[in-house]
């Protein structure tokens, strides 16, 4: 029962290329940093990546990007990462773009064993007629697009039929765990690391603290050592912040 593992490279050591990996955190905050490093010292590629975003140029999941180690993206936001911009557009990267509740519910379905779910949102756009460009070709023109999905009409509502989402392995991020695998996470790093611990055949969990087994208080379990296979503490975590925005200090000298 004992699932510490020695390091992050220990625990991600088996993500072989071509896999889907989900991986928690929104924006910079409750991201797996020491596994994405990891991933970037183990050099596995052709993998695709669920997440809220891809981090920015030289933190987070941006890392992989610029090691050409990620091929598609699915994801709500990608507004903060230039090389994400230059290898969509250049063909490079293939892009689904997924509106965020929809993606958390579709990590959340995943992990509840339901294969799909109508959900109003996206409705009458192009998340649901299609068309939507996934891939560039390398003369500008779209290569790729999204097919149309399925639609039905509730109570008077048009709704889309939006798929689970499952991966491969899960790299989440919490504050403290046990050796069993019990997750507990702080504040807004919260996000969307639950959904993808539980949507991952393999999870991987990285957390600031390991306390004996018994000590986290069962009413504060966030997730479930069920859903965790192997867990890794980190240290020394940078905690980013994508952008930072201060006022002139009104203070007089």
């Known amino acids: 029962m004992n699932k510490v593992m020695a390091s992050a490279l220990d625990a991600c050591s088996d993500i072989a290329s071509g896999s889907t990996v989900l991986a928690g955190g929104f924006g910079l905050c409750g991201i797996p940093e020491h596994c994405i490093t990891a991933l970037r010292q183990l050099g596995p590629t052709g993998l695709t990546v669920v997440s809220n ?11 992989l990007l610029r090691n050409h180690q990620i091929v598609k993206m699915l ?31 579709r990590l959340r379905a995943g992990g509840a064993g339901i294969p799909a779910f109508f959900t ?13 460009p996934l891939r560039y070709g390398p003369d500008g023109k779209v290569a790729k697009a999204s097919e149309k999905k399925e639609t039905r009409d509730f109570n008077g509502r048009t709704y889309v039929l939006e798929p689970a989402i499952t991966g491969d392995f899960a790299i989440v991020k919490a504050w403290k765990g046990d050796r069993f695998g019990n997750l507990v996470y702080r504040h807004t ?13 393999i999870t991987i969990a990285e957390v600031e603290e390991i306390v004996e087994v018994g000590d986290l208080n069962p009413d504060h379990i966030h997730t479930p050592g069920i859903f965790v296979h192997r867990v890794v503490k980190g240290d020394r975590y940078e905690k980013r912040i994508e952008r930072r925005t201060t006022s002139p200090s009104t203070r007089k000298s």
């Open 53 to 63: 975003n891809c981090g920015v140029d030289d933190f987070g999941l941006g890392i």
């Open 75 to 105: 994801s709500s936001y990608v507004g903060e990462n230039k090389e994400f911009e230059r290898q969509y557009l250049s063909g490079e990267l293939e892009v689904e773009l997924c509106p965020q509740g929809t993606l958390a519910e």
């Open 120 to 132: 109003p949102t996206g409705a009458g756009t192009v998340v649901s007629d299609g068309g939507m």
């Open 189 to 201: 790093a919260m996000n969307f690391n639950p959904m993808m611990a539980t949507a991952g055949r």
